[in-house]
């Protein structure tokens, strides 16, 4: 996700709304300022949440198909 300058705090508030399934935020370098880590109960709720954030700039999503590997500590 990057955002427009101007939307930089109304963008950080909506994703600390509750009903949000925010798992993990990242503020990250390169293109895109953020990495979100999301949960959805379907693509219903998915594309609700594209259509709110749109507002704020653009977007890229991928989709989790399995996992692979986890570290254990």
Partial sequence: MST???RYKEYQKLLQEKHLRVIHCYQITGENLYVLDMLFLDMENLNS???KIE???SYEVNIIL???HEIEY
């Fill in 66 to 68: 399995k996992n692979i």
């Fill in 55 to 57: 507002q704020y700039g």
């Fill in 49 to 51: 949440f594209l259509q």
């Fill in 4 to 6: 427009k300058n101007d």
